[in-house]
């Protein structure tokens, strides 16, 4: 899989409203119901789709992050550039 994000990629829908809109008007409901489900569960689908694609680089950003001090800390405790002698525990 290629590593870097194409413009395809930024184009992709997780949720798709007119989709979802259509499925829902396709349902034996009466249309006071639909305008329900449309007011009330899509808002909120179309809110979490959004929620999770703004939290996204923030995630990968903060796991990043971990990984490298995790490689940073191991490799500094690793190098032993103080000079100081291993202390014996007997």
Same mark, same amino acid.
């Given at each position: 899989?290629?590593?870097?994000?194409?413009?395809? *990629?930024?184009?992709?829908?997780?949720?798709?409203? *007119?989709?979802? &809109?259509?499925?829902?008007?396709?349902? *034996?409901?009466?249309?006071?119901?639909?305008?329900?489900? $449309?007011? @009330?569960?899509?808002?909120? =689908?179309?809110?979490? %789709?959004? @929620?999770? $694609? %703004?939290?996204?680089?923030?995630?990968? @950003?903060? @796991?990043? &992050?971990?990984?490298?001090?995790?490689?940073? &800390?191991?490799?500094? =405790?690793?190098?032993?550039?103080g000079g100081v002698?291993?202390?014996?525990?007997?």
């Amino acid at each position: 899989m290629w590593p870097f994000k194409t413009k395809k *990629d930024k184009e992709l829908k997780l949720v798709d409203e *007119d989709e979802l &809109t259509q499925l829902i008007e396709q349902l *034996d409901l009466e249309p006071p119901q639909q305008q329900f489900i $449309k007011a @009330r569960w899509l808002k909120y =689908v179309m809110w979490w %789709d959004k @929620r999770s $694609k %703004d939290a996204k680089a923030p995630y990968h @950003r903060l @796991r990043a &992050t971990a990984a490298i001090a995790g490689v940073v &800390t191991s490799a500094l =405790v690793g190098a032993n550039l103080g000079g100081v002698e291993k202390i014996s525990c007997m």
